[in-house]
């Protein structure tokens, strides 16, 4: 899992912010999830772990998005996920790109709006 974190204050306390991806070709393991989760601090992720469970409104239970919904369970995690699916099934998603964007360039941070997970 690839994350970028920062530690802000909010209300006098002290919260990590976390910005996750996970390439579609990683495993997702639960020893990553600790690693964010893991610490003293409360803990915001937002990202795109590829992480597919209705809970969350997709369309189907993909491994990663069961072990994801165990962990949560397990760790007193809460998923907020989108409204409505990411995705259309029948109809490829198309990414436009910004003006002057490097064709290799990475975006500035993957996969914010899939999901949010905090502690």
């Keep these: 899992m690839e994350a970028t974190a920062i530690q802000v204050t909010l209300a006098g306390k002290p919260v990590l912010i976390l910005a996750?991806?996970?390439?579609?070709?990683?495993?997702?393991?639960?020893?990553?999830?600790?690693?964010?989760?893991?610490?003293?601090?409360?803990v915001l992720m937002a990202g795109d772990l590829k992480a597919k469970h209705v809970d969350w409104n997709s369309r189907l239970n993909t491994r990663r998005g069961n072990l994801l919904r165990d962990y949560a369970d397990g760790n007193s995690c809460l998923i907020f996920g989108p409204d409505?699916?990411?995705?259309?099934?029948?109809?490829?998603?198309?990414?436009?790109?910004?003006?002057?964007?490097?064709?290799?360039?990475?975006?500035?941070?993957p996969g914010v709006s899939d999901f949010v997970l905090s502690t």
């Design 84 to 109: 409505s699916p990411t995705t259309n099934p029948y109809k490829p998603l198309v990414y436009s790109r910004r003006p002057g964007r490097h064709e290799n360039q990475e975006p500035l941070i």
């Design 20 to 42: 996750a991806y996970l390439p579609p070709f990683r495993p997702l393991i639960e020893t990553d999830l600790t690693a964010c989760f893991g610490g003293d601090l409360p």
